[in-house]
C-alpha cells in the first residue's frame, strides 16, 4: 500500500545509516518531498508533522542496492545465452519479492535486456531500476551457440549504440558469462539435465547435473580433465549405468564446449568496451572463468567480480583469488544464491561467512540460484548472529558500497544522511529481516 508521506518525522527509531560504522539507538529522521532533511538524536524543534512513525521498536536502514539481478524485466531475455524470458508473472512477482526484502534499487544484470524494456518495467513499479549490457559481438556470438530462443525476430544491437542513447538506463557492462554459457550453474540445472532427459528419458536433478559435468571436464571445464572411471561411476549413481564414459564426454562435451571458448573471448572484449566507456564490468566469477577474470583485473575498480563465492570454488581457493582480484582493486561481490535452501546450505554459508570474517567483500548481492534468491537481509542477520561481522558493516555491504561500486546506478543513494534521497527500509529491531515498511523516493510503502 502506498501512503503519500510529505513532511514525515521518523521518531526515535535505531539507525544504521549505511557508512560502516554508525548506530544510533534513537534517531530522528525527517523527511519532506524525496529527501532526507533531517538526522539526529535530539528532535526537531519548531516544526509541525503531518506525519509521524513511532520508531521505538525499529531500526531504519538505507534502502538496499542489489547489483546482480535475474529475471525481473518482462521480455528480457535470460543470461548470458539470451534464454528465453520468463512470463511476465514471473519478472513481476521477483521484482516484487526483492522489493519487499527490502530493495529499493536494483541492477539486472539479464545483459540482453534492452533498455527500452528497462523504461517499461520502471513505469509500473517504484524501485530505481538500471541495467547492466552485453551487446557486443563475441557475447551475441556465445548465446547463439547454447540458446538465444529470446533473441528470435530481432536485430543485433551495437553496444556503443546502446550506451549512447541511453545514458541514464546503462549504467554497467555485463553480466559477462554466466553459468549458462561458462559451463556453470544454469547448465546443472537446465542444459544439462534438458539434454539428458531427451537423450535416455531419465530425470536428473542440478546436483547429480554438477557431478556427472565435473566428472567429465572438471571445475574448469577442460576438456583433458576427462576421467573415464569417475564418469562410470557417477553414471552408475545417477541412474544412467547403461551408459558408457564416451557417451557422457560426447554428450556433456556437446551440451557445454559450443560456447565456452567464445564466452571467455567475450570477457576480454567486454573488458576493452568497460575502459572506453568507462562503465563497471560485472563478470561472472567462478572456477571455470577465474584464470581470465584475473587478467581482466587489470581495470581496478572498474571491474566488479560477480558472486565470488561462487560454488565451483573450494573455500581455500575462492579466498586466494579473491586476495589476489582485491590486491588489483577489483570489487569483491559476494551473492546469497539460493543458500539458505541449498542442499549444500553449510558448507555455502561457511565460504560466504569466511570472505565476510576476513574483510574481503565489498558488496553482497542476491544473483538467482536455480531461480531463486534467499533474501539479504536474512543471511546478514544470521552473520551478524554469528558475531561474523558487525551490524553498521553488513548493511554498508548492501547500501553504501554499491552505491560507489557502480556510481551512476544510485546517485545520492545508499546512505542516511541530510540531503540524501528517502530510500530507506524500516525493519523490526530484533530481527532485521522482519521488513515492516519500505520507503522509496519519500514515499512509504507498508
Ligand atoms: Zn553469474
Known amino acids: 500500500m502506498r501512503k503519500n508521506t510529505q513532511n514525515l518525522l521518523i521518531k526515535e527509531a535505531g539507525l544504521v545509516t549505511g557508512d560502516g560504522m554508525t548506530f544510533l539507538n534513537k534517531a530522528n529522521i525527517v523527511i519532506r518531498g524525496d529527501k532526507i532533511v533531517y538526522v539526529d538524536q535530539e528532535k526537531p524543534s519548531g516544526v509541525t508533522f503531518t506525519n509521524i512513525l513511532e520508531g521505538k521498536d525499529k531500526l531504519v536502514l538505507p534502502g538496499i542496492i542489489n547489483i546482480h539481478a535475474h529475471g525481473i524485466i518482462p521480455g528480457a531475455p535470460l543470461f548470458s545465452s539470451a534464454s528465453d ?44 531500476l538500471k541495467t547492466a549490457i552485453t551487446h557486443h559481438p563475441r557475447a551475441y556470438i556465445a548465446a547463439r551457440r547454447i540458446d538465444a530462443s529470446g533473441l528470435k525476430g530481432q536485430e543485433e544491437e551495437k553496444v556503443e549504440k546502446i550506451i549512447e542513447n541511453f545514458p541514464d538506463i546503462v549504467v554497467a557492462m555485463g553480466e559477462a558469462g554466466s553459468g549458462a554459457t561458462l559451463g556453470g550453474g544454469v547448465q546443472d540445472y537446465k542444459f544439462i539435465p534438458e539434454m539428458i532427459k531427451r537423450e535416455t528419458e531419465v530425470v536428473i536433478d542440478e546436483y547429480q547435473a554438477r557431478r556427472l559435468k565435473e566428472a567429465v571436464l572438471g571445475k574448469e571445464i577442460a576438456p583433458d580433465s576427462y576421467n573415464p572411471e569417475k564418469v562410470e561411476s557417477v553414471l552408475k549413481e545417477i541412474g544412467l549405468e547403461n551408459y558408457s564414459p564416451e557417451w557422457a564426454l560426447d554428450k556433456i562435451s556437446q551440451t557445454v564446449l559450443p560456447s565456452f571458448g ?165 525493519v523490526n529491531r530484533d530481527k532485521i529481516s522482519q521488513v515492516e515498511d519500505i520507503i522509496i523516493e519519500g514515499t512509504l510503502f507498508e
Open 262 to 426: 567464445i564466452a571467455i573471448e567475450a570477457l576480454e572484449e567486454g573488458a576493452d568496451l568497460a575502459e572506453k566507456y568507462k562503465l563497471p564490468f560485472i563478470v561472472h566469477t567462478a572456477a571455470s572463468s577465474m584464470s581470465k577474470v584475473e587478467e581482466i583485473a587489470r581495470l581496478g575498480n572498474l571491474l566488479v567480480a560477480g558472486h565470488c563465492n561462487h560454488p565451483s570454488f573450494d573455500m581455500k581457493e575462492g579466498i586466494a583469488l579473491i586476495k589476489r582480484l582485491r590486491g588489483k582493486g577489483a570489487i569483491i561481490d559476494i551473492s546469497t544464491f539460493d543458500t539458505l535452501n541449498s542442499r549444500e546450505r553449510e558448507k555455502e554459508l561457511s565460504f560466504f561467512f569466511a570472505i565476510l570474517e576476513a574483510g574481503l567483500a565489498d558488496v553482497v548481492s542476491t544473483d538467482y540460484g536455480g531461480g531463486n534468491h534467499s533474501p539479504i537481509l536474512e543471511v546478514l542477520e544470521l552473520a551478524i548472529d554469528q558475531k561474523v561481522i558487525t551490524l553498521p558493516e553488513a548493511i554498508s555491504l548492501v547500501t553504501r558500497n554499491p552505491s560507489r561500486a557502480i556510481p551512476r546506478l544510485a546517485p545520492g543513494r545508499g546512505v542516511i544522511v541530510p540531503g540524501a534521497v528517502a530510500d530507506m527500509v524500516i
Open 85 to 128: 524470458p520468463l512470463p511476465g508473472s514471473q519478472t513481476n512477482k521477483n521484482l516484487l519479492t526483492h522489493v519487499s526484502q527490502g530493495t529499493t534499487t536494483i541492477l539486472n544484470v539479464d545483459g540482453f535486456a534492452h533498455p527500452r524494456l528497462i523504461s517499461q518495467a520502471m513505469s509500473t513499479c517504484p524501485i530505481n
